[in-house]
């Protein structure tokens, strides 16, 4: 069975991020996004528009942060949510850690306006960006 389009679209956007293709990633990221990211850290709170996700990324990148998809569990969608379901690494110098997480967006025409994240080891991240 085929992938609900939206769901597909937030697919092609994960993998994108997985494999660094930043333009691409970018381009699925709608203007308007409000990102909402967990965690008592530095890089968590609720971020505005395209450039203030993508400007996200950016900070975390010239912290020395580096952030990858361990595998991508599942992705299932409608016409309104797409759940994914991933593990993802965090890592700072020698410092790491895992997590499992739940990515809950709005997905409208191909690109994502809405995502909420949820990390099973939230502690441990929040440890590991500082």
């Given at each position: 069975?085929a ?22 990633m970018?381009?699925?990221i ?10 008592s ?14 400007g ?9 942060l580096?952030?990858s ?7 299932v ?10 593990k ?17 967006m ?22 590991v960006?500082?």
């Amino acid at each position: 069975m085929a992938d609900h389009p939206n769901a597909a679209a937030a697919r092609a956007a994960i993998e994108a991020f997985a494999k660094g293709d930043v333009e691409k990633m970018a381009a699925s990221i709608a203007d308007d996004a409000v990102w909402h990211v967990p965690g008592s850290n530095r890089f968590a709170g609720d971020f505005q528009g395209k450039a203030g996700v993508l400007g996200r990324f950016q900070q975390m990148g010239a912290a020395g942060l580096s952030t990858s998809i361990e595998d991508i569990h599942d992705v299932v969608g409608g016409d309104e949510h797409v759940v994914s379901l991933v593990k993802l690494k965090i890592s700072s110098g020698d410092a790491s850690a895992s997590a499992n997480a739940v990515w809950i967006m709005h997905v409208k025409d191909g690109v994502l306006h809405d995502f909420w994240g949820v990390n099973d080891n939230q502690a441990e991240i929040d440890r590991v960006i500082g």
